[in-house]
Protein backbone atom coordinates (compact mmCIF):
# COMPACT_ATOMS: atom_id res chain seq x y z
CA UNK A 1 0.00 0.00 0.00
CA UNK A 2 1.23 3.63 -0.90
CA UNK A 3 0.48 6.65 0.77
CA UNK A 4 1.95 9.88 -1.02
CA UNK A 5 1.71 13.14 0.68
CA UNK A 6 3.45 16.02 -1.65
CA UNK A 7 4.66 18.71 0.20
CA UNK A 8 3.51 22.32 0.53
CA UNK A 9 3.08 24.22 -2.67
CA UNK A 10 5.37 27.53 -2.84
CA UNK A 11 4.42 30.64 -5.02
CA UNK A 12 7.12 29.82 -7.37
CA UNK A 13 6.37 26.09 -8.13
CA UNK A 14 2.73 27.63 -9.19
CA UNK A 15 3.96 30.31 -11.54
CA UNK A 16 6.67 27.69 -13.33
CA UNK A 17 4.37 24.83 -13.66
CA UNK A 18 0.81 24.18 -11.90
CA UNK A 19 -1.79 24.17 -14.49
CA UNK A 20 0.64 21.83 -16.99
CA UNK A 21 -2.29 19.91 -18.95
CA UNK A 22 -5.30 22.96 -18.25
CA UNK A 23 -5.20 24.26 -21.95
CA UNK A 24 -6.09 21.14 -23.94
CA UNK A 25 -8.27 19.55 -21.00
CA UNK A 26 -10.38 22.62 -20.71
CA UNK A 27 -10.82 23.85 -24.18
CA UNK A 28 -11.68 20.50 -25.23
CA UNK A 29 -14.37 20.05 -22.36
CA UNK A 30 -16.01 23.59 -22.78
CA UNK A 31 -16.02 23.20 -27.17
CA UNK A 32 -18.06 19.89 -26.29
CA UNK A 33 -14.88 17.55 -27.75
CA UNK A 34 -14.40 13.98 -25.91
CA UNK A 35 -11.03 13.14 -26.62
CA UNK A 36 -8.56 13.04 -24.07
CA UNK A 37 -6.92 15.84 -22.39
CA UNK A 38 -3.47 16.40 -23.39
CA UNK A 39 -0.71 17.65 -20.80
CA UNK A 40 0.75 21.20 -22.46
CA UNK A 41 2.03 24.56 -21.03
CA UNK A 42 -0.10 26.38 -18.51
CA UNK A 43 -3.03 28.09 -19.89
CA UNK A 44 -4.53 29.78 -16.44
CA UNK A 45 -4.56 33.16 -16.57
CA UNK A 46 -1.09 34.89 -15.67
CA UNK A 47 -0.82 36.18 -12.04
CA UNK A 48 -0.13 39.41 -10.89
CA UNK A 49 3.20 41.29 -11.29
CA UNK A 50 3.67 40.60 -7.35
CA UNK A 51 1.74 37.28 -6.60
CA UNK A 52 1.23 35.40 -8.19
CA UNK A 53 -22.55 24.80 -6.83
CA UNK A 54 -32.73 22.68 -8.96
CA UNK A 55 -32.40 19.35 -10.48
CA UNK A 56 -32.80 21.73 -14.05
CA UNK A 57 -29.10 23.51 -13.45
CA UNK A 58 -29.89 26.50 -16.06
CA UNK A 59 -30.81 28.95 -13.67
CA UNK A 60 -29.32 28.16 -9.98
CA UNK A 61 -30.79 30.50 -7.01
CA UNK A 62 -30.27 31.15 -3.62
CA UNK A 63 -33.88 31.01 -3.41
CA UNK A 64 -33.74 27.12 -3.73
CA UNK A 65 -32.43 26.26 -0.48
CA UNK A 66 -31.96 23.00 1.50
CA UNK A 67 -33.18 22.35 5.15
CA UNK A 68 -29.78 21.37 6.45
CA UNK A 69 -26.82 22.26 7.78
CA UNK A 70 -27.86 25.05 5.52
CA UNK A 71 -31.09 26.61 7.10
CA UNK A 72 -34.14 25.78 9.33
CA UNK A 73 -33.62 21.51 10.11
CA UNK A 74 -36.42 18.89 9.14
CA UNK A 75 -36.85 15.51 10.51
CA UNK A 76 -34.61 13.81 8.86
CA UNK A 77 -34.90 10.73 6.98
CA UNK A 78 -34.56 7.37 8.41
CA UNK A 79 -31.60 5.80 6.74
CA UNK A 80 -32.05 2.86 4.24
CA UNK A 81 -29.99 0.01 4.01
CA UNK A 82 -27.75 0.28 0.74
CA UNK A 83 -27.83 -2.46 -2.09
CA UNK A 84 -25.83 -5.09 -1.21
CA UNK A 85 -22.19 -4.79 -3.48
CA UNK A 86 -21.92 -6.76 -6.65
CA UNK A 87 -19.84 -9.76 -6.09
CA UNK A 88 -17.13 -9.24 -8.29
CA UNK A 89 -14.45 -11.19 -7.66
CA UNK A 90 -11.90 -7.93 -6.73
CA UNK A 91 -8.79 -10.47 -5.75
CA UNK A 92 -5.14 -9.12 -6.90
CA UNK A 93 -6.26 -5.56 -8.69
CA UNK A 94 -5.30 -2.30 -7.98
CA UNK A 95 -6.75 0.30 -7.35
CA UNK A 96 -5.28 3.98 -6.98
CA UNK A 97 -6.93 7.42 -5.91
CA UNK A 98 -5.81 10.80 -6.28
CA UNK A 99 -7.40 13.82 -4.35
CA UNK A 100 -6.42 17.03 -2.44
CA UNK A 101 -4.40 17.00 1.14
CA UNK A 102 -6.21 17.54 4.22
CA UNK A 103 -6.53 20.89 6.13
CA UNK A 104 -8.00 18.72 8.86
CA UNK A 105 -4.88 15.57 9.12
CA UNK A 106 -7.10 13.50 10.79
CA UNK A 107 -9.50 13.22 7.92
CA UNK A 108 -6.95 12.29 5.37
CA UNK A 109 -5.29 9.58 8.18
CA UNK A 110 -8.75 8.26 8.31
CA UNK A 111 -9.55 7.94 4.59
CA UNK A 112 -5.60 6.48 4.58
CA UNK A 113 -6.98 3.57 7.03
CA UNK A 114 -10.37 2.69 5.54
CA UNK A 115 -9.16 2.50 2.18
CA UNK A 116 -6.21 0.12 3.62
CA UNK A 117 -9.12 -2.00 5.27
CA UNK A 118 -11.13 -2.03 2.51
CA UNK A 119 -8.28 -2.94 -0.05
CA UNK A 120 -6.97 -5.79 2.82
CA UNK A 121 -10.39 -7.15 3.16
CA UNK A 122 -11.08 -7.25 -0.72
CA UNK A 123 -7.29 -8.55 -1.56
CA UNK A 124 -6.69 -5.02 -3.69
CA UNK A 125 -3.74 -3.51 -3.94
CA UNK A 126 -4.45 0.26 -2.62
CA UNK A 127 -3.27 3.72 -2.95
CA UNK A 128 -3.56 6.73 -2.47
CA UNK A 129 -1.94 10.49 -3.71
CA UNK A 130 -2.60 13.39 -1.54
CA UNK A 131 -1.38 16.51 -3.79
CA UNK A 132 -1.59 20.39 -3.51
CA UNK A 133 -5.00 21.42 -4.52
CA UNK A 134 -3.66 23.85 -7.52
CA UNK A 135 -1.77 20.30 -8.66
CA UNK A 136 -4.94 17.94 -8.65
CA UNK A 137 -6.13 19.52 -12.27
CA UNK A 138 -2.80 18.97 -13.96
CA UNK A 139 -2.95 15.34 -12.37
CA UNK A 140 -5.54 14.71 -13.33
CA UNK A 141 -4.96 15.57 -16.88
CA UNK A 142 -1.81 13.70 -16.96
CA UNK A 143 -3.89 10.81 -15.95
CA UNK A 144 -6.21 11.02 -18.75
CA UNK A 145 -3.76 11.30 -21.30
CA UNK A 146 -1.94 8.43 -20.14
CA UNK A 147 -4.29 6.27 -18.91
CA UNK A 148 -2.23 5.56 -15.62
CA UNK A 149 -1.83 6.91 -12.00
CA UNK A 150 -4.95 7.13 -10.88
CA UNK A 151 -8.92 5.07 -11.33
CA UNK A 152 -10.67 7.61 -8.55
CA UNK A 153 -10.37 11.26 -8.21
CA UNK A 154 -11.90 14.03 -6.37
CA UNK A 155 -13.13 16.70 -8.16
CA UNK A 156 -14.23 20.14 -7.32
CA UNK A 157 -17.49 21.44 -7.95
CA UNK A 158 -18.77 21.97 -11.80
CA UNK A 159 -15.40 19.74 -13.03
CA UNK A 160 -17.53 16.89 -14.08
CA UNK A 161 -18.38 19.23 -16.54
CA UNK A 162 -14.95 19.47 -17.49
CA UNK A 163 -13.88 16.08 -17.48
CA UNK A 164 -17.08 14.64 -18.49
CA UNK A 165 -15.93 12.20 -21.49
CA UNK A 166 -13.17 10.94 -19.42
CA UNK A 167 -15.35 10.14 -16.47
CA UNK A 168 -17.61 6.82 -16.15
CA UNK A 169 -20.81 6.87 -15.44
CA UNK A 170 -21.79 6.38 -12.02
CA UNK A 171 -25.15 7.37 -11.68
CA UNK A 172 -25.68 3.54 -10.28
CA UNK A 173 -23.63 4.50 -7.22
CA UNK A 174 -25.07 7.89 -6.82
CA UNK A 175 -28.73 6.37 -7.08
CA UNK A 176 -27.63 4.26 -4.53
CA UNK A 177 -25.95 6.52 -1.65
CA UNK A 178 -28.96 9.02 -2.91
CA UNK A 179 -31.80 6.27 -2.25
CA UNK A 180 -29.94 5.29 1.06
CA UNK A 181 -29.02 8.63 2.74
CA UNK A 182 -32.64 10.40 1.81
CA UNK A 183 -31.78 12.05 -1.33
CA UNK A 184 -29.11 14.94 -2.60
CA UNK A 185 -29.65 18.42 -2.19
CA UNK A 186 -30.88 19.42 -5.83
CA UNK A 187 -29.74 23.26 -5.01
CA UNK A 188 -26.35 22.59 -4.92
CA UNK A 189 -25.18 19.18 -5.39
CA UNK A 190 -26.55 17.62 -8.44
CA UNK A 191 -26.27 20.66 -10.74
CA UNK A 192 -22.49 20.25 -9.94
CA UNK A 193 -21.91 17.08 -10.21
CA UNK A 194 -24.75 15.53 -12.73
CA UNK A 195 -23.53 16.51 -16.20
CA UNK A 196 -26.58 16.28 -18.72
CA UNK A 197 -28.74 13.41 -16.82
CA UNK A 198 -25.38 11.07 -15.91
CA UNK A 199 -23.63 11.55 -12.67
CA UNK A 200 -20.12 11.79 -13.23
CA UNK A 201 -19.05 11.98 -9.74
CA UNK A 202 -20.64 10.13 -6.69
CA UNK A 203 -21.03 13.89 -4.40
CA UNK A 204 -19.09 14.19 -1.03
CA UNK A 205 -20.56 17.58 -0.66
CA UNK A 206 -18.15 20.86 0.36
CA UNK A 207 -16.50 22.18 2.85
CA UNK A 208 -17.95 25.32 5.00
CA UNK A 209 -16.66 28.63 4.85
CA UNK A 210 -17.72 31.54 7.64
CA UNK A 211 -15.51 34.56 8.87
CA UNK A 212 -13.14 33.40 11.58
CA UNK A 213 -12.41 36.11 13.92
CA UNK A 214 -11.32 36.89 17.43
CA UNK A 215 -13.14 38.08 20.31
CA UNK A 216 -10.87 40.11 22.03
CA UNK A 217 -9.27 41.82 19.16
CA UNK A 218 -13.11 43.05 17.99
CA UNK A 219 -13.99 44.09 21.34
CA UNK A 220 -10.53 45.97 21.67
CA UNK A 221 -12.09 47.60 18.29
CA UNK A 222 -15.29 49.04 19.78
CA UNK A 223 -17.93 45.99 19.46
CA UNK A 224 -18.48 45.53 22.64
CA UNK A 225 -20.59 41.73 22.06
CA UNK A 226 -18.71 40.68 18.52
CA UNK A 227 -20.93 37.28 19.03
CA UNK A 228 -23.97 39.20 18.81
CA UNK A 229 -22.55 42.61 17.05
CA UNK A 230 -20.43 41.25 14.28
CA UNK A 231 -20.36 43.39 11.39
CA UNK A 232 -23.37 42.84 8.67
CA UNK A 233 -22.10 44.72 6.21
CA UNK A 234 -18.61 44.95 4.10
CA UNK A 235 -18.83 48.70 4.81
CA UNK A 236 -19.25 48.27 8.76
CA UNK A 237 -16.39 44.89 8.30
CA UNK A 238 -13.73 47.46 6.55
CA UNK A 239 -14.45 49.90 9.08
CA UNK A 240 -13.69 48.05 11.95
CA UNK A 241 -10.91 46.25 10.14
CA UNK A 242 -9.03 49.81 10.13
CA UNK A 243 -9.30 49.96 13.35
CA UNK A 244 -7.92 46.10 13.79
CA UNK A 245 -4.93 47.26 11.70
CA UNK A 246 -4.08 50.01 13.51
CA UNK A 247 -4.03 47.73 16.27
CA UNK A 248 -1.53 45.19 15.04
CA UNK A 249 -4.07 42.88 14.13
CA UNK A 250 -4.94 43.25 10.40
CA UNK A 251 -7.72 41.66 8.42
CA UNK A 252 -6.05 38.53 6.14
CA UNK A 253 -7.12 37.73 3.23
CA UNK A 254 -5.27 36.05 0.11
CA UNK A 255 -5.61 36.81 -3.43
CA UNK A 256 -3.58 34.25 -4.80
CA UNK A 257 -4.16 31.39 -7.58
CA UNK A 258 -5.96 29.20 -4.51
CA UNK A 259 -9.22 27.33 -4.99
CA UNK A 260 -9.84 27.69 -1.48
CA UNK A 261 -10.03 30.97 0.55
CA UNK A 262 -9.66 33.71 -2.55
CA UNK A 263 -12.83 32.26 -4.49
CA UNK A 264 -14.41 32.45 -1.19
CA UNK A 265 -13.94 35.74 -0.28
CA UNK A 266 -14.17 37.30 -4.09
CA UNK A 267 -17.35 36.21 -5.43
CA UNK A 268 -19.42 36.49 -2.78
CA UNK A 269 -17.79 40.11 -2.49
CA UNK A 270 -19.02 40.27 -5.87
CA UNK A 271 -22.18 39.10 -5.62
CA UNK A 272 -23.04 41.24 -2.43
CA UNK A 273 -22.15 44.45 -5.14
CA UNK A 274 -24.60 43.60 -8.12
CA UNK A 275 -22.38 41.57 -10.48
CA UNK A 276 -21.65 38.11 -11.70
CA UNK A 277 -19.80 36.43 -14.43
CA UNK A 278 -22.60 35.99 -16.89
CA UNK A 279 -26.74 36.44 -17.05
CA UNK A 280 -28.92 34.29 -16.56
CA UNK A 281 -29.06 33.72 -20.58
CA UNK A 282 -25.31 31.89 -19.98
CA UNK A 283 -23.79 34.36 -22.35
CA UNK A 284 -24.53 38.19 -21.04
CA UNK A 285 -21.41 39.32 -18.98
CA UNK A 286 -22.59 41.10 -15.97
CA UNK A 287 -19.07 42.05 -14.75
CA UNK A 288 -18.62 45.56 -15.40
CA UNK A 289 -21.37 46.95 -13.08
CA UNK A 290 -20.70 50.33 -11.95
CA UNK A 291 -21.94 49.25 -8.27
CA UNK A 292 -19.06 46.91 -8.63
CA UNK A 293 -16.60 49.33 -9.29
CA UNK A 294 -17.76 51.34 -6.48
CA UNK A 295 -17.51 48.78 -4.26
CA UNK A 296 -13.77 47.59 -5.63
CA UNK A 297 -12.40 51.39 -5.15
CA UNK A 298 -14.40 50.62 -1.35
CA UNK A 299 -11.99 47.15 -1.34
CA UNK A 300 -8.61 48.95 -2.74
CA UNK A 301 -8.92 51.27 -0.01
CA UNK A 302 -10.08 48.85 2.51
CA UNK A 303 -7.01 46.66 1.29
CA UNK A 304 -4.58 49.60 2.50
CA UNK A 305 -6.39 50.48 5.51
CA UNK A 306 -7.42 46.97 7.24
CA UNK A 307 -5.65 43.86 5.69
CA UNK A 308 -2.51 42.32 6.18
CA UNK A 309 -0.99 43.22 2.10
CA UNK A 310 0.90 40.10 2.32
CA UNK A 311 -2.01 37.58 1.96
CA UNK A 312 -1.70 39.12 -1.97
CA UNK A 313 0.84 36.41 -2.21
CA UNK A 314 -0.25 33.92 0.14
CA UNK A 315 -0.68 30.18 -0.71
CA UNK A 316 -3.97 27.74 0.74
CA UNK A 317 -2.55 27.44 4.05
CA UNK A 318 -1.47 31.53 4.22
CA UNK A 319 -4.68 32.26 6.36
CA UNK A 320 -4.53 29.05 8.70
CA UNK A 321 -0.95 30.11 9.63
CA UNK A 322 -1.72 33.66 9.69
CA UNK A 323 -4.61 33.31 12.61
CA UNK A 324 -3.22 30.26 14.49
CA UNK A 325 0.51 32.50 14.66
CA UNK A 326 -1.71 35.70 15.73
CA UNK A 327 -0.53 37.89 13.17
CA UNK A 328 -3.93 38.45 11.96
CA UNK A 329 -7.83 39.37 14.08
CA UNK A 330 -10.34 37.94 11.15
CA UNK A 331 -10.46 36.34 7.73
CA UNK A 332 -12.69 34.46 5.66
CA UNK A 333 -12.00 30.45 6.04
CA UNK A 334 -13.22 27.20 6.71
CA UNK A 335 -13.32 26.11 10.25
CA UNK A 336 -10.20 24.06 10.12
CA UNK A 337 -8.57 26.93 11.86
CA UNK A 338 -11.01 26.37 14.65
CA UNK A 339 -10.19 22.64 14.66
CA UNK A 340 -6.90 23.23 14.55
CA UNK A 341 -6.41 25.46 17.47
CA UNK A 342 -8.56 23.34 19.75
CA UNK A 343 -5.93 20.87 19.60
CA UNK A 344 -2.39 23.22 18.92
CA UNK A 345 -3.49 26.53 20.90
CA UNK A 346 -6.49 26.25 23.37
CA UNK A 347 -6.54 29.89 24.24
CA UNK A 348 -7.22 30.98 20.44
CA UNK A 349 -9.92 28.77 20.05
CA UNK A 350 -11.37 30.47 23.51
CA UNK A 351 -10.98 33.87 21.81
CA UNK A 352 -12.31 33.23 18.40
CA UNK A 353 -15.65 32.39 16.81
CA UNK A 354 -17.34 32.45 13.44
CA UNK A 355 -19.81 34.89 11.72
CA UNK A 356 -22.03 35.48 8.41
CA UNK A 357 -19.94 36.39 5.69
CA UNK A 358 -20.81 40.32 5.78
CA UNK A 359 -23.91 41.56 3.25
CA UNK A 360 -23.71 44.21 0.58
CA UNK A 361 -26.36 46.27 -1.09
CA UNK A 362 -27.53 42.93 -3.26
CA UNK A 363 -27.27 40.55 0.09
CA UNK A 364 -25.34 38.32 1.69
CA UNK A 365 -23.65 34.84 -0.39
CA UNK A 366 -21.96 31.42 -0.52
CA UNK A 367 -19.39 30.82 -3.00
CA UNK A 368 -20.84 27.26 -3.10
CA UNK A 369 -21.16 23.75 -4.86
CA UNK A 370 -20.36 19.85 -4.35
CA UNK A 371 -17.08 18.06 -4.56
CA UNK A 372 -17.61 14.37 -5.53
CA UNK A 373 -15.24 11.32 -6.00
CA UNK A 374 -15.44 10.63 -10.26
CA UNK A 375 -13.86 7.09 -11.68
CA UNK A 376 -11.66 7.18 -14.77
CA UNK A 377 -13.27 5.66 -17.81
CA UNK A 378 -10.16 4.32 -18.80
CA UNK A 379 -9.17 2.64 -15.43
CA UNK A 380 -8.97 -0.86 -15.62
CA UNK A 381 -10.51 -1.57 -12.38
CA UNK A 382 -13.95 0.41 -12.99
CA UNK A 383 -15.73 -2.23 -10.96
CA UNK A 384 -13.86 -2.10 -7.79
CA UNK A 385 -13.35 1.18 -8.04
CA UNK A 386 -16.93 1.56 -7.97
CA UNK A 387 -17.20 -1.59 -5.23
CA UNK A 388 -14.45 1.00 -3.05
CA UNK A 389 -17.17 3.98 -3.20
CA UNK A 390 -20.14 1.64 -2.37
CA UNK A 391 -18.67 0.32 0.77
CA UNK A 392 -16.94 4.27 1.68
CA UNK A 393 -20.26 6.14 1.20
CA UNK A 394 -22.14 3.67 4.05
CA UNK A 395 -23.59 5.68 6.64
CA UNK A 396 -21.00 3.96 8.69
CA UNK A 397 -17.83 4.54 6.95
CA UNK A 398 -18.67 8.01 5.71
CA UNK A 399 -20.32 9.13 8.72
CA UNK A 400 -16.93 8.73 10.49
CA UNK A 401 -15.21 10.53 7.84
CA UNK A 402 -18.04 13.53 8.25
CA UNK A 403 -17.54 13.18 12.22
CA UNK A 404 -14.34 13.74 12.81
CA UNK A 405 -14.02 17.15 10.57
CA UNK A 406 -16.29 19.01 13.26
CA UNK A 407 -18.89 20.10 10.40
CA UNK A 408 -15.61 21.31 8.21
CA UNK A 409 -17.31 18.72 5.83
CA UNK A 410 -20.80 19.54 4.82
CA UNK A 411 -22.73 16.38 3.96
CA UNK A 412 -24.41 16.41 0.19
CA UNK A 413 -27.25 14.23 1.48
CA UNK A 414 -30.61 14.91 3.71
CA UNK A 415 -30.14 12.16 5.96
CA UNK A 416 -27.39 14.32 8.10
CA UNK A 417 -29.83 17.40 9.05
CA UNK A 418 -30.25 16.36 12.72
CA UNK A 419 -27.30 15.14 12.83
CA UNK A 420 -25.52 15.82 16.41
CA UNK A 421 -22.85 17.61 15.04
CA UNK A 422 -24.49 20.75 14.10
CA UNK A 423 -25.32 21.54 17.70
CA UNK A 424 -22.84 20.23 20.34
CA UNK A 425 -20.54 23.22 19.43
CA UNK A 426 -22.05 26.71 19.53
CA UNK A 427 -19.19 27.91 17.84
CA UNK A 428 -19.92 26.16 14.70
CA UNK A 429 -23.71 26.97 14.99
CA UNK A 430 -22.89 29.59 11.83
CA UNK A 431 -22.74 27.12 9.11
CA UNK A 432 -25.97 26.23 9.18
CA UNK A 433 -25.82 29.20 6.73
CA UNK A 434 -23.18 28.18 4.52
CA UNK A 435 -25.93 27.01 1.71
CA UNK A 436 -28.63 28.89 2.51
CA UNK A 437 -27.05 31.92 1.04
CA UNK A 438 -24.86 29.88 -1.33
CA UNK A 439 -24.87 30.53 -5.07
CA UNK A 440 -23.49 28.17 -7.32
CA UNK A 441 -20.60 28.31 -9.87
CA UNK A 442 -21.33 30.49 -12.92
CA UNK A 443 -24.23 32.25 -11.08
CA UNK A 444 -26.82 33.08 -12.51
CA UNK A 445 -25.63 31.25 -15.63
CA UNK A 446 -26.04 27.25 -15.55
CA UNK A 447 -22.37 25.76 -13.51
CA UNK A 448 -21.50 24.30 -16.77
CA UNK A 449 -18.01 23.66 -18.62
CA UNK A 450 -17.53 27.58 -19.30
CA UNK A 451 -18.34 28.45 -15.52
CA UNK A 452 -15.51 26.04 -14.58
CA UNK A 453 -13.45 26.75 -17.07
CA UNK A 454 -13.49 30.59 -16.10
CA UNK A 455 -12.99 29.68 -12.48
CA UNK A 456 -10.16 27.36 -13.26
CA UNK A 457 -8.90 30.57 -15.03
CA UNK A 458 -8.85 32.57 -11.71
CA UNK A 459 -10.39 35.17 -13.85
CA UNK A 460 -12.31 37.45 -10.58
CA UNK A 461 -9.69 36.54 -8.02
CA UNK A 462 -6.86 37.81 -10.53
CA UNK A 463 -8.99 41.14 -11.51
CA UNK A 464 -9.35 41.92 -7.63
CA UNK A 465 -5.51 40.88 -7.01
CA UNK A 466 -4.37 43.48 -9.96
CA UNK A 467 -6.80 46.15 -8.79
CA UNK A 468 -5.20 46.25 -5.13
CA UNK A 469 -1.56 46.80 -6.84
CA UNK A 470 -3.05 48.89 -9.86
CA UNK A 471 -5.70 51.02 -7.97
CA UNK A 472 -7.58 51.43 -10.98
CA UNK A 473 -11.25 49.74 -10.14
CA UNK A 474 -12.88 50.54 -12.97
CA UNK A 475 -9.89 49.69 -15.82
CA UNK A 476 -8.78 46.14 -14.21
CA UNK A 477 -12.73 45.03 -14.27
CA UNK A 478 -13.12 46.11 -17.34
CA UNK A 479 -10.46 43.40 -18.64
CA UNK A 480 -12.20 41.15 -16.15
CA UNK A 481 -15.20 41.47 -18.22
CA UNK A 482 -13.35 40.78 -21.63
CA UNK A 483 -11.24 38.15 -20.25
CA UNK A 484 -14.99 36.16 -19.45
CA UNK A 485 -16.41 37.59 -22.38
CA UNK A 486 -14.12 35.31 -24.65
CA UNK A 487 -15.25 32.41 -22.72
CA UNK A 488 -19.27 33.09 -22.23
CA UNK A 489 -19.64 35.23 -25.15
CA UNK A 490 -17.78 32.69 -27.52
Not at 3 to 28: D, E, K, N, S
Not at 383 to 395: H, I, N, S, T
Not at 463 to 472: C, K, L, M
Request: charged share 20%; with cysteine; aromatic share 12%.
Amino acid sequence: MRFVHHGPLTRRRFVAGTAIGLATALTAACSGQSQPATPTAASSQAAPTTAASASAPASPTAAAQPTTAAGTPTTAPTAQTAPATPRVSLKGTSLAFVGGSYFIPDAQTLFQNQLKKWGDDNGVTVSADFINWLDLQAKIAAVIQSGAGGDIFELWPSWPWLYAANLADVSDVAGEVEKAQGGFYDSWVTPTVKVEGIWRGVPTGTTNVAMNYRISYLQKAGIDDPEKNFPDTWDDFFAVGKKLKAMGKPLGQVLSHDLGDPPAFCYPYMWANGAMEVEEDGKTVAFDKPTFIDAMKKFIQAWKDAYDTSGINGDGSWNNRAFLSDQISATINGTSIYVAALKQNPDIAKDMNHADIPRGPAGRFYDFGSHSFGILKASKNVEGAKAFLRWWFDPKQFGEWLHIQETYQIPPTRMWENDPMWTKDPKLAVIRNDAKYGRLLGYAGPPNQKAALARSKFIVVDTFARAVQSGDAAGEIKKGAEQLQQIYGG
